[in-house]
């Protein structure tokens, strides 16, 4: 079972940036849904963002939408979220998911509906 990577968390001061990647190993990469979710402490597992690789179609929670910005690097196997005017609300472990088969647009946020996972990436928002 192909290992997702995610790479590029770490801590930032509010306001500031911190860029994401998510590499999907092997050669389905190109017919993947890339999602991004986050988990706090005492929080459920929220979804912030997906992608359609195929379709280049993408999708954003409300909490982040006009702020965080997915897209993907097909010479790579990697998408990217730009996480761009952080908030200490967004402070977290975030995770990104595969799923290499079809997926209805509404569902692209529901942890549920992906069955690759990496280990996470944390994320940390304070001045």
């Known amino acids: 079972e192909e290992v997702l990577v995610e790479s590029g968390g770490g801590s930032v001061q509010p306001g500031g940036s911190l860029r994401l990647a998510c590499t999907v190993p092997?050669?389905?990469?190109?017919?993947?849904?890339i999602g991004w979710f986050r988990q706090s402490p005492g929080k459920e597992r929220e979804g912030v963002a997906g992608?359609?690789?195929?379709?280049?179609?993408?999708y954003y929670a409300d909490s982040v939408k006009g702020r965080f910005t997915i897209s993907q690097d097909n010479a790579k196997n990697t998408a990217i979220l730009e996480l761009n005017s952080v908030n200490p609300d967004d402070t977290g472990m975030y995770y990104c998911?595969?799923?290499?088969?079809?997926?209805?647009?509404?569902?692209?946020?529901?942890?549920?509906?992906?069955?690759?996972w990496g280990r996470g990436t944390q994320v940390t928002v304070s001045s």
């Open positions: 998911a595969a799923q290499f088969g079809p997926m209805n647009a509404d569902r692209t946020l529901m942890s549920d509906e992906y069955d690759h």
């Open positions: 092997g050669d389905r990469y190109l017919h993947s849904i």
């Open positions: 992608i359609y690789i195929a379709g280049r179609k993408s």
